[in-house]
Structures are given as structure tokens and as C-alpha cells.
């Protein structure tokens, strides 16, 4: 393995090696799979509104929507948000470490807003500070006979081989195979969800009908997000940028509803933001705010980058919502423009993985990067390259719009594995070398694992000892006959 090579070898043996990289990645990259598996599927229109899915709790003013996200950078805070409908109330979450025995009480702050003609309901947001890490707590939200109990599991605490299991979903939105998906991803053993984007689809309706999309959704996902964490990144159906109906501000009903711990990070925007989280550093970027040099995304990835040690933690996932690389007619080539900018950071910084969604499709790409386009010299194409992530595409949750059935023909070399069905994945994070990756398809109600593998650390080699990060772009340039980054 040539990441494990440690003394330097003579100019030879590079060329030798570098050429070694590109017969074996050549071999590999022809074996690209377009999958013919032939799906079954719901229609794909939203569950009706007087669905038990949608179901409002008993009782009156009870909360509803109920869902939790982590609430700082290390994992021992957790954001608890909610809606009531009546009455502000108070904010509060009263919580402990066993059940019904509620020691510890925190307090948040109630905000609502209009969206044309919609009014919403009281917005609870309220931050659970000072956890213990590995502890399960159990709350309790909403007042006498209203009252509601939960619970969730706090991450181990941050370290390299630390194991975490990852769920990963995008573009769900509420039919009935969106359902498949949750009930699909309930039993998967994943303890918390990176979500990639277009989350409920409600921009598909209009009027009042927008508001009441928002709030169906919110008890739609309760099941599992009131019980782990879903880390939140904006998709284009968050937008709402609806002039007709006097909706000007971008992301409104998102920002209102769905709180992400950006402060924690020093970020300025919650579209934007990182998490650590066991053995992972999670990096949240925003698809649809300003990314280029100068901007305030672009500033705050330079500095969040710098903070990642992989010392502490091995994994540096980035989640976004347009997909870099992509081979399905659907959203074609969207993701160039943030590619241009960020491209050639993830692959100096050996970021493990990518994960993206808004093609309603899965795919996944073999580790290539496209980073020495120069417009004076017309170089271009995607290359092998060991220091790039891999990138995944699961924008597969099950919404409305239905899947993107399309793909280019033939598969380009960047892309390994191909198949238009709804799903999700999982990353089970073993230790700070081996991660298993498993993407598992929604097939007539059965668990099917379909593309699975072994993803190991960018970081740390097969054998536990740190990867050269030089050697390895010295390799990469050879293979790509280009000398700088
Ligand atoms: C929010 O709630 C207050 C108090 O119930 C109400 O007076 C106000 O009109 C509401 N604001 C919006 C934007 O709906
Ligand atoms: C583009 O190529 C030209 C000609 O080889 C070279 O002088 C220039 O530095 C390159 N620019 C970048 C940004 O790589
Ligand atoms: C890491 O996990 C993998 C897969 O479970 C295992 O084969 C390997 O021995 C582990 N490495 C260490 C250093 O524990
Ligand atoms: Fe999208």
C-alpha cells in the first residue's frame, strides 16, 4: 500500500509507484456498476393529512414536533425544539438520568412567525447543557396532563477509536416511501442522522398549505428525531424564496423550526457548521449561501479546517446538498461551482467522505479528484487520486418529486456504484482506521444491504501508523502530471 511506505523513496521508484496507483485505479475504474435492480415503489404523492403519521398528540397544548440536535461542539449538550399550537407556555425541558426521576431542568425561549397567510405555532428551542458523555437521559417537555417524556443517548466521549454508528438520509419529504425509509433507517442501529437536505418539501404546496406541510412533516419524524440527534444541513427546498406571497426571506420556515449549534463552531450562519462528534469531525456546509472566496462560508471553512485534528478525531465527514460528483441527468453538473471553490481544500485536508443529496438517486464515486483545471492550459477530467474523498450521494429519502431514473450513459470513470431506488445509509465507525459503510435500499418492506464496504481512514493506515500527507500528493502529482496544489 503505498500510503504505508514510510522513507522516502528515489524519483524511480515514485515514477514506478505512481504508476503502479494508476493501473490498479484504471482497472477499477472501468468496473463501475450501474445497477438494473428493479425497484418497487408507493406513488410518489405526499400521505394524506388525516394520516395517523401526522397524528397531533393528545391533550391540550401538547407539544408536537418534538426533535433534538446536538447543542455544542463535543457532543454533551443536546438542542431540544418543539411546537405548540395555543399557548407560548413555558420552555422548559425537565430531564434526568432515569426515567420519570426528572433532577435537572433547562430553559429555552418560545418564537413564532407567519409565512403569508400561515401562522405557526409556538417555536421551542432549548439547549441541554453540561451532559455526560455515553449517559443516557431521559425529559420530559409540555405541562400536566399534556406532558410528553423522551429520551436520548449522548456520544461517547470525543477520541480516535471512538465507535459511532451514522445514519445517513436526504430529500425524504412525507409520502409513503419516505415512511419506508424511517421505518427502514428505525431498525438499522444508528444513533444519529446526517441529514443532507430538503427536508419536508412543503415549498410544493402554497398559501396556508406551506405553514401546515411544516408542521405535518415535524410529527412525521418525531419517532426517531425526538430520540437521537438529526444534524441539520439546507437544501434547495428550504429556500422558499416565494415572491408571489410577499416570502422574501430565503430559509425562513428552516431557520424558524430546525436549530443547528453553529455558535459552537464560530460560525456566523446556522446554514453552516461543525460538530464533533466520538470519532468523528462533521463538517455542515450550505449549497445555497455564498461559498466563494471572500464570503463568509468560505472564511469559516478555511478556519474550521484548521481546527480538525485527527488525532482526536480520525473521521472528517462533510455533509452538503448538491453533489460534486454526480452522473445522473438530475442535477447534472450543479455541483461545479462550490467543486471549483472547495474542491482541492477536501483533498489537501484527506477528507474520508462526502455525502450529498438532491439527486433522488444513489451513487457513489470512487476517490478521484478534479483539481488541476487551468483555464490557460484546458486541463481537465476527473483522476485517481488517493487523497480525495469518496463521495455519496443518497438523496434517496422517498419525497414527492419521485426518483431520477436517468442516468448518463456511459457511466464516466468517477463513478463506482449507481442505482435509482429510495434508501439510506450507515456509517458504523469501527475505530480510527476501518469504518463500515452499508447503503441500504427500501425493497417491498425488507432489509436489503446493497452497496456495502469497508471505508478505512484517510488519515490513519491500514496499520494504525499516520499516512504521509506529503508523500501522497507528491504520488497523486505524478499520476496526474501536475506539480502543485
Ligand atoms: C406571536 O405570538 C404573539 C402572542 O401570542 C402574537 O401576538 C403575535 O402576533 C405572534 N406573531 C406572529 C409573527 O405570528
Ligand atoms: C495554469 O497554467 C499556466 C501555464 O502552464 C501556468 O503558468 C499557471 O500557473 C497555471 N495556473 C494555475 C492556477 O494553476
Ligand atoms: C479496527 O477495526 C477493524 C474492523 O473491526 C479491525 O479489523 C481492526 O483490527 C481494528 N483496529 C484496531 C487498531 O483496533
Ligand atoms: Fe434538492
Known amino acids: 500500500m503505498i500510503g504505508t511506505v514510510n522513507s522516502r523513496p528515489s524519483w524511480f521508484v515514485q515514477v514506478i509507484f505512481a504508476a503502479i496507483t494508476f493501473l490498479s485505479y484504471g482497472a477499477r475504474v472501468y468496473g463501475g456498476i450501474t445497477s438494473t435492480f428493479v425497484r418497487s415503489e408507493w406513488p410518489s404523492v405526499d400521505i394524506p393529512l388525516d394520516n395517523e403519521v401526522f397524528a397531533v398528540p393528545k391533550g391540550h397544548n401538547a407539544p408536537q414536533q418534538v426533535h433534538i440536535t446536538q447543542g455544542d461542539y463535543d457532543g454533551k449538550a443536546v438542542i431540544v425544539s418543539w411546537v405548540t399550537t395555543d399557548t407560548p407556555v413555558l420552555s422548559v425541558v425537565h430531564f434526568g438520568t432515569s426515567p420519570g426521576r426528572y433532577t435537572l431542568s433547562a430553559k429555552g425561549t418560545a418564537t413564532n412567525y407567519t409565512f403569508h397567510n400561515y401562522k405557526s405555532g409556538y417555536v421551542h428551542h432549548c439547549l441541554l447543557e453540561g451532559l455526560k458523555y455515553d449517559t443516557k437521559y431521559y425529559y420530559k417537555i409540555g405541562e400536566g396532563d399534556s406532558s410528553r417524556e423522551f429520551s436520548f443517548q449522548t456520544p461517547p466521549k470525543i477520541g480516535p477509536d471512538a ?31 446526517l441529514f443532507v437536505g430538503d427536508l419536508s418539501y412543503a415549498d410544493r404546496y402554497q398559501y396556508n398549505d406551506v405553514g401546515l406541510r411544516w408542521d405535518t ?13 438529526w444534524l441539520w444541513a439546507a437544501g434547495n427546498h428550504e429556500i422558499e424564496y416565494m415572491p408571489y406571497m410577499g416570502e422574501v426571506i430565503p430559509f425562513k420556515s428552516y431557520l424558524y423550526r430546525y436549530a443547528t449549534p453553529y455558535l459552537a463552531s464560530k460560525s456566523t450562519s446556522p446554514l453552516w457548521y461543525a460538530v464533533r462528534r466520538a470519532s468523528a469531525h462533521i463538517i455542515v456546509l450550505s449549497s ?83 483539481i488541476h483545471y487551468n483555464v490557460s492550459t484546458g486541463d481537465r477530467y476527473p483522476i485517481p487520486d488517493e487523497s480525495a ?30 442505482e435509482a431506488s429510495y434508501g439510506h445509509s450507515t456509517l458504523e465507525i469501527k475505530n480510527r482506521t476501518h469504518a463500515l459503510y452499508h447503503w441500504n435500499r427500501n425493497d417491498d418492506g425488507r432489509k436489503v444491504a446493497t452497496d456495502s464496504f469497508v471505508l478505512q481512514n484517510q488519515y490513519w493506515a491500514t496499520n494504525g501508523r499516520r499516512r504521509r500527507l506529503k508523500k501522497n500528493h507528491y504520488l497523486t502529482s505524478l499520476v496526474g502530471q501536475i506539480a502543485t496544489y
Open 217 to 229: 412533516w415535524g410529527r412525521f419524524i418525531e419517532k426517531i428525531a425526538a430520540y437521537q440527534p
Open 163 to 193: 465507535p459511532y454508528k451514522f445514519g445517513i438520509i436526504g430529500d425524504l419529504g412525507q409520502t409513503y416511501n419516505s415512511l419506508s425509509t424511517l421505518e427502514h433507517y428505525m431498525h438499522s442501529g444508528a444513533q444519529a442522522v
Open 389 to 418: 474523498p469518496v463521495y455519496i450521494t443518497v438523496g434517496d429519502g422517498g419525497n414527492q418529486e419521485g426518483l431520477a431514473g436517468r442516468f448518463r450513459d456511459p457511466q464516466p470513470d468517477y463513478s463506482a456504484f449507481r
Open 288 to 370: 445555497y449561501s455564498p461559498f466563494v472566496k471572500y464570503t463568509p462560508q468560505w472564511m469559516w471553512l478555511r478556519e474550521e479546517l484548521k481546527r480538525v485534528d485527527r488525532e482526536k478525531t480520525p473521521w472528517l465527514i462533510v455533509l452538503m446538498h448538491v453533489p460534486i460528483y454526480n452522473s445522473n441527468d438530475a442535477h447534472f453538473m450543479e455541483g461545479e461551482s462550490m467543486r471549483s471553490v472547495f474542491e482541492r481544500w477536501f483533498v489537501r485536508n484527506k477528507v474520508d467522505v462526502i455525502f450529498a443529496g438532491h439527486v433522488h438517486a444513489y451513487e457513489r464515486s470512487y476517490r478521484i479528484s478534479n
